[in-house]
RNA sequence: GCUCGGAUGGUGGAAUCGGUAGACACGAGGGACUUAAAAUCCCUUGGCCUUUAGGCUGUGCGGGUUCAAGUCCCGCUCCGAGUACCA
């Protein structure tokens, strides 16, 4: 019988679904384990053979964890609002559903061909009301809480309010981007509206006035992980700075928590550092510096509290808040001429001038320890986000305050031993303090980490300023001016003042619209939509939220994707916790996988889920690259010379479909019918074949290097897919796609098939296994065992060759031996060792079967062969019995016939006996 | 600039704690079967020198530690990823 995998697959995949043998369900008295891959957004160009890489691993993954005897959940979903549906809408006038339903239609058969175990009953599409009911529901939640820094975990505003009414806003210990303070009796004074907004500044999911990334081609706010380089990341379009009043989410209260916790995750080193840089941890201080002139003090961050002595002069943040107290009247037009160039400016702009620019702002502020005076600047190297938009600047040490003082012509003064400033800013922080000393504070001498301790307690004792840590991670800003996506359950009511909707009106169901545009006015999309009101008629948000909303807390939908009364149900959660193995692309470091943490201590902070972080071991896929062909055209002609001739020719390369291409070998007939101007070319062959030339490049349609998995499963089946997309190298590795080698798998499937059957009968018998067949089985199951536990995928499948091939010089016809080995492959090719599992007569399914395990006893050997070495340089072989002891092999070896030449007379100097390996003898 | 990876045959890649580098596969060359092709099977395949056997050399470059280094240490070169005025 021939390996028909066509029909084959066919038919098991039909059984799955018959049987419904992905299904999972909870099973109390079994351990669980919970496999997820990062959900797709199902784009209009369908799957490319990139996206499976991942798929695979986690399939294998979870297959083996099942036959392994867990109780394994393993879903798929949709991540189904994004930009290209709405762009796509705003074009064709087709709604976005319609796109993204027939997209995800697409999706699924392709998926459903690769013989993936996941169990669709447990879909989930962050579009569907039924889902988003609970994305709506979790951030109303936020609405309605507050941080508190000392229980470090978010509580009711209720009971902020409380607080307030009782002490006011002194010693609140809530997280807060308000800087206005107010005692009991002020608080309880305030208009209900003064109240709302004083607690706008508290709430975790708060309408805040911040600066935004607008892009003003795609008409939308986008977050710092959509931009980057100063470009939109969908798009490539350019963003500027704006003001904007907007929907944010106080991810920044949660950063000390998202980094400590990164600690007990078992992710890799490097996605870890990446959250680490992003969240950006530092400590340093908070100064005071009193303005020349004014009871005014203005507040400075710094990490370089030892260069107190060196404060030459300050600057200010363009959009801070001390602009306007600190412009004098004879600088007031400068400021704003300054002001309107900075606003203009897009970030782009900003990063790619790197022009030191800045004005005076005529006041003068005093340094605290040395009591000089010192001059205020104003420029956009200060970040108004960071810190207190406000620095003490420190030329001699700072590299960007240097390029100021250059530039405006400041003092310089070093404060460290041996430092030359008279170039560049000496910035490392290491050294010995000088120029530092007067009557109140003395550093000199002093390690520079010595110094920043010091400083610090005096800035504490003398009330100068107070230790503090910043972090780089900001607040999400979480509003888009867009259709597709999540409308927010929040009215505004008489005074404007936005209102949660009724937990019992969610879902809030995304209108109708007749254009997927802003209105007329500027407004949203959702501007035109009719009778878009609340139930008590009041209008409701016009803004939805951002992609990262929905793939937020999906991973707990899974668990309990029916449920109509919870996010995720008590039981379901409290059986399956956390994901155990999630697997996905790194390039959700510092976007999903943040937002996805801190959504998930938000509800753990509430008791909604039992486990503090959502991922519990994470696996990077590398990404698949394109591998693109060339054709080589001879100038002005319509012949096309092969790649190793090409060079006596003047020739122009083209890209060529990589879908005519095989093994780099060009199908002439197909190319002539490729392309009408091709049909009557030319070719100058090499051994009588077309050589084209590669390169790798991104997989694109315009490179011709784009390859489908439906093509490769219908030349070779979902098996060979599978099993080449593993061999190909480490999975975590990123690499080019390149059929190549893709023959090789494809050949040791059907080396296994033709071992299970002789013509349409089965070759296999009853026979008892030899020792050989024994041993070359064991040592598959030990190292698949191993390998496929830390996802070392690639080295399984040259086991299975190895494997494979052994069997058939032993000439194993032994039935036991391949009813353990098509379980040990099942995971790899589910769809082959189905099939054979039925033809050996074993009933059910392969998936129920049991992972084998392997005995060393079959495995031992009773020699062991040691390799003899003199000076380091292999010599020749002993073999001893196992367990003979050191000094019986050093014995052997030196009275080995083969010692002879190589000792030639001389006492050996030393010999090391390494166990079951080596003898090394220094002569 | 900073952080983190990486560099091994013609190609993709193996190599556990430092222990015979190049597993496995592709490609290439040779052979068997065949009228022929495909398919299948067998042999060779890092380089150089001799070829019965053997010898030398070899993991980006230069040093070091060690009986022994792809692996550890120091100094470079190149490539990739992330991040970027974060005080």
Not at 115 to 120: K, S
Not at 819 to 830: K, N, Q
Request: charged residues 25%.
């Amino acid at each position: 019988m021939e390996y028909n995998f066509r029909e084959i697959e066919k038919k098991w995949q039909q059984y799955w679904r018959d049987q419904h043998t992905y299904q999972s369900e909870i099973k109390a008295d079994k351990p669980k384990y919970y496999v997820l891959d990062m959900f797709p957004y199902p784009s209009g160009a369908g799957l490319h053979v990139g996206h499976p890489l991942g798929y695979i691993a986690s399939d294998i993954f979870a297959r083996f964890k099942r036959l392994k005897g867990f109780n394994v959940l393993h879903p798929m979903g949709y991540d189904a609002y994004g930009l290209p549906a709405e762009q796509y809408a705003i074009q064709t006038g087709q709604h976005p559903e319609v796109t993204t339903v027939k997209n995800i239609a697409r999706y699924r058969e392709q998926l459903e061909k690769i013989g993936f175990c996941y169990d669709w009953n447990r879909e989930v599409r962050t579009c569907d009301p039924k889902y988003y009911k609970w994305t709506q529901w979790a951030f109303m939640q936020m609405f309605k809480s507050y941080y508190n820094t000392e229980l470090d975990k978010a509580r009711p505003i209720d009971e902020l309010i409380a607080y307030f009414e009782k002490n006011g806003s002194e010693g609140c210990n809530a997280a807060t981007n308000g800087k206005n303070a107010f005692t009991a009796e002020q608080w309880n004074a305030m208009t209900k509206v003064e109240k709302e907004n004083a607690l706008m500044d508290y709430r975790i999911a708060y309408r805040g006035n911040t600066m935004v990334n607008w892009c003003p081609k795609l008409g939308t706010v986008l977050a710092n992980d959509e931009v980057s380089e100063g470009v939109s990341l969908r798009g490539g379009y350019p963003v500027v700075q704006k003001m904007m009043s907007q929907w944010c989410l106080r991810v920044s209260a949660y950063a000390g928590r998202l980094l400590r916790d990164l600690d007990n995750l078992d992710w890799t080193d490097s996605i870890k550092e990446t959250q680490r840089n992003w969240i950006g941890y530092s400590e340093g201080a908070e100064m005071q510096f009193p303005l020349v002139g004014s009871d005014e003090k203005m507040l400075i961050f710094t990490t370089r509290a030892d260069t107190i002595f060196g404060v030459t002069f300050m600057v200010l943040a363009p959009e801070s808040e001390y602009v306007e107290k600190v412009t004098t009247a004879e600088q007031k037009a400068a400021v704003e001429a300054y002001l309107d160039e900075v606003k203009h400016k897009t970030e782009r702009e900003r990063m790619i001038e790197k022009k030191v620019s800045g004005v005076f702002s005529g006041s003068y502020a005093v340094n605290p320890v040395t009591g000089k005076n010192i001059p205020i600047y104003i420029s956009d190297y200060v970040l108004a986000g960071y810190g207190t938009g406000a620095i003490m600047a420190v030329p001699a040490h700072d590299s960007r305050d240097y390029a100021f003082a250059k530039h405006f012509n400041l003092d310089i003064v070093p404060l460290i031993e041996g430092a030359d400033v008279s170039e560049e800013s000496f910035d490392a922080k290491e050294g010995i303090v000088m120029n530092s000393n007067n009557d109140k504070l003395q550093l000199n001498g002093l390690q520079v980490k010595e110094a920043i301790a010091k400083t610090k307690k005096f800035i504490e004792e003398e009330g100068i300023g107070k230790v503090k840590v910043n972090y780089r991670l900001r607040d999400a800003i979480f509003s888009r001016q867009r259709y597709w996506g999540e409308p927010f359950p929040i009215y505004y009511d008489a005074d404007g003042q936005p209102q949660v909707i009724e937990e019992s009106e969610l879902p809030l169901q995304l209108p109708e619209v007749d254009k997927f545009l802003p209105t007329e006015s500027g407004e949203p999309p959702l501007g035109r939509a009719k009778n878009w009101v609340a139930t008590n008629d009041q209008p409701l948000e016009l803004c939805t939220m951002p992609g990262f909303a929905g793939s937020s807390a999906y991973y707990l939908r899974y668990m309990d994707p029916h449920n109509d009364e919870a996010l995720v149900g008590e039981e379901a959660n409290g059986y399956w916790r956390q994901v155990d193995l999630y697997v996905g692309g790194t390039e959700h470091a510092t976007g999903h996988l943040i937002y996805s943490r801190f959504w998930n201590k938000f509800l753990f902070d509430y008791g909604y889920v039992c486990e503090a972080e959502p991922y519990k071991k994470l696996f990077n896929q590398g990404m698949i690259q394109g591998r693109s062909n060339f054709v080589y055209r001879i100038k002005d002609t319509n012949t096309f010379v092969s790649l190793n001739l090409k060079d006596e020719y003047d020739v122009t390369p083209i890209h060529v479909d990589v879908n005519i291409v095989s093994n780099d070998v060009l199908d002439i007939e197909k190319f002539r019918a490729w392309r009408p101007e091709f049909a009557d070319a030319e070719f100058i062959l090499e051994k009588d074949k077309y050589i084209c030339g590669w390169a790798i490049e991104k997989m694109s349609k315009s490179m011709f290097n784009v390859v489908n998995p439906d093509d490769i499963v219908d030349r070779y089946g979902a098996d060979t897919l599978r099993l080449y997309e593993m061999f190909l190298g480490p999975v975590e590795a990123s690499k080019p796609w390149d059929t190549n080698g893709i023959d090789g798998v494809n050949r040791f499937l059907k080396k296994l098939w033709n071992m299970v059957f002789d013509g349409d009968a089965v070759r296999l018998t009853e026979e008892k296994p030899t020792a050989d067949n024994l041993k070359t089985l064991h040592k598959l199951i030990k190292k698949v065992t191993a390998d496929v536990e830390v996802l070392s995928y690639n080295t399984s499948v040259a086991a299975f060759m190895i494997c494979v091939n052994e069997l058939y010089t032993q000439k194993c016809v032994s039935k036991a031996i391949f009813d353990e080995l098509i379980v040990v492959l099942a995971p790899f090719a589910p769809h082959i060792t189905e099939e054979l599992w039925h033809v050996l007569g074993h009933e059910g399914t392969i998936c129920d079967a049991q992972w084998p395990a392997f005995n060393e006893e079959y495995l031992k050997e009773s020699n062991v062969k040691y390799t003899v070495m003199f000076n380091g340089k292999p010599r020749f072989n002993i073999e001893v019995p196992v367990g003979t002891d050191k000094a019986e092999v050093e014995r052997l070896a030196l009275s080995d016939k083969g010692a002879e030449k190589w000792l030639a007379g001389k006492a050996p100097k030393k010999v090391i006996v390494v166990p079951n390996k080596i003898v090394n003898v220094v002569v």
